[in-house]
């Protein structure tokens, strides 16, 4: 167990749905990021909160939004979903960057 | 501008081989952080190690050991004796000074087939 607890484990779910993905961070880990992994591709880093606050954006789309709430969970909200959603997406938690990532066991999502 | 090139895709070994998985990086930076970190078929990401860039000694755990030259840009992961329990996908990681933070990329990863 990583500390890191995102659920749930799989979804599937159908095309022009919106799902809510949750990750809880590791205790006393302020920073929370979200990462998409289609298949056989790499990380795509989405988003960052740092103490509810949102800190960092990358290729996330507007389909796509996050928070973190005042007891440091967050959730990745995915909506209209397009077939080409489907991937793991990756919540990780950190005590600052420097220190490295870590990871939730991910959240298989298939859109069918 | 930050960059890490993982050039090998991916790499098939048979057991007992030694492998070495090469991470090359870009930063303007002089104070920055590399990482290694691993997927196993089972999806989830483990970390395996951290480097700052002001030591350049190697690290060695296990038969795992990891060589960071800062004349090369170049932190490279070395597996001896591997196993098919390494096999995995292993991402290597820079994290350098941003406005308003460390911001980290990540290579784009290496595949690591281990055959018994």
């Known amino acids: 167990d990583s500390g890191v607890t995102q659920t749930p484990k799989h979804l599937i779910t159908a095309t022009g749905q919106r799902v809510t993905l949750r990750c809880s961070p590791r205790s006393g880990d302020l920073s929370v990021y979200w990462y998409q992994q289609s298949l056989d591709q790499g990380l795509q880093f989405l988003i960052q909160?740092?103490?509810?606050?949102?800190?960092a954006k990358g290729n996330i789309l507007e389909r796509f939004s996050a928070q973190q709430f005042p007891d440091l969970h967050s959730e990745l909200n995915l909506s209209s979903l397009e077939l080409g959603d489907s991937a793991l997406y990756f919540c990780?938690?950190?005590?600052?960057?420097?220190?490295?990532?870590?990871f939730g066991s991910g959240t298989r999502l298939t859109v069918v | 501008a930050q960059k890490v090139t993982q050039a090998q895709t991916e790499i098939s070994v048979v057991e007992k081989e030694d492998v070495t998985l090469d991470c090359v990086y870009e930063t303007r930076d002089t104070t920055y952080y590399l990482f290694w970190y691993k997927q196993p078929p089972s999806g989830e990401l483990v970390f395996l190690i951290r480097?700052?860039?002001?030591?350049?000694q190697n690290e060695i755990s296990g038969r795992y050991s990891w060589n960071f030259q800062k004349s090369t840009s170049s932190f490279n992961f070395t597996i001896t004796a591997s196993q098919v329990v390494d096999s995995a996908v292993y991402f290597c990681?820079?994290?350098?000074?941003?406005?308003?933070?460390?911001?980290?990329?990540f290579g784009a990863g290496t595949r690591l087939f281990v055959k018994a």
């Open positions: 480097r700052n860039s002001f030591d350049e």
């Open positions: 909160y740092y103490n509810g606050e949102e800190r």
């Open positions: 990681a820079l994290s350098e000074a941003s406005t308003g933070g460390f911001k980290t990329i």
């Open positions: 990780a938690s950190s005590s600052g960057e420097r220190y490295g990532y870590t």
